[in-house]
């Protein structure tokens, strides 16, 4: 009994040790380019009453401790019935241009749709009723977020006849379950976690350095009133999960007005000769062991 009771303590000490050990190896890299974040957000905007969560997000991004001025990506749905579909929602997206922001492509139905589901007629003319969407706004979107992150080589060329490329993901808060409850209990180990799993990939040089440093691109959801509520503690958590990961944050951490977000969006689109990625989405990530 005793041999055993030693064998336990004696396997707790490795294991700690090892966790030790593991956590006092992540050392700072400054040989890599620092990291600046370009947020995205999906399935917006929202026309949840006051506080309504994308004017939430927009004053935010204007007005944070961590930077003000941030200027990102939303990647909408303009036949939204309860969102971009609606004259409140056309509000919105026309005050996120008025505000700076780019308008991304997202979907062009009432509903959540998944653009690998559907046969080509379908898709061709889902994009050619968003693109006229954008258009009545007053914009012609260049870049698309597949819903779902579902993409093959089949719809990404329906994105390029259509002039779009398909941004995908580096990091991501998964706070897409946008029904309740929307809280995020275990955000700063989800972060942790993305970081880590982000960390090798800028350490092996996989992802690309434009102007000086490594655009991550991170996904958000405006539309989660949880999300909305806490997004400035979420960019205060993406540094500081980014440092204790050794990776180095650029003195300016986000894109803003004086970027050309778009371009440098286009600068991570996807290749379409690379094999598909898979990104899980909330559901999948619940599947996960880890956080
Ligand atoms: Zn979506």
Redesign the pocket.
């Known amino acids: 009994m005793r041999t055993l009771f030693s064998c336990l303590v004696l396997a707790a000490l490795a294991l700690l040790g090892g966790c030790r050990s593991a956590a006092h190896r992540v050392a700072t890299s400054p040989d890599t380019p620092p990291l600046r974040f370009l947020l995205t957000f ?2 917006g905007p929202s026309i949840r009453s006051a506080p309504n969560p994308t004017e939430q997000v927009l004053g935010t991004l204007a007005r944070n401790p961590v930077q003000p001025g941030i200027k990102a990506i939303f990647f909408v749905q303009t036949r939204a019935a309860n969102g971009g579909g609606t004259p409140q929602g056309r509000q919105l997206m026309q005050r996120e241009l008025a505000l700076g922001h780019v308008l991304g492509f ?1 979907t062009a139905t009432p509903g ?1 749709s998944n653009h690998l589901s559907m046969s080509a007629d379908v898709l061709g003319e889902t994009l050619k009723t968003g693109l006229a969407d954008h258009a009545d706004l007053g914009v012609v979107p260049r870049v698309v977020r597949p ?2 992150w579902a993409y093959d080589d089949r719809t990404l060329g329906a994105y390029a006849d259509a002039g779009l490329r398909a941004l995908l993901t580096d990091v991501t808060a998964n706070d ?1 379950k946008l029904f309740p409850p929307y809280g995020s209990p275990r955000r700063k180990q989800h972060m942790k976690y993305q970081m880590e799993l982000l960390r090798p990939r800028v350490l092996a040089g996989e992802l690309p350095v434009v102007q000086g440093v490594i655009p991550v691109v991170v996904t958000f959801h405006d539309p989660n009133p949880f999300t909305a509520e806490h997004l400035a503690e979420y960019l205060q958590l993406l540094l500081n999960s980014a440092r204790q990961q050794g990776l180095r944050v650029a003195d300016r951490p986000f894109y803003g007005q004086d970027d050309d977000v778009e371009a440098i969006a286009l600068a991570r689109t996807v290749n379409a000769e690379d094999p598909v990625q898979h990104i899980p989405g909330f559901w999948q990530s619940l599947l996960r062991l880890k956080p």
Do not use: C, E
């Open positions: 999906d399935d997202h959540h819903p779902m897409g």
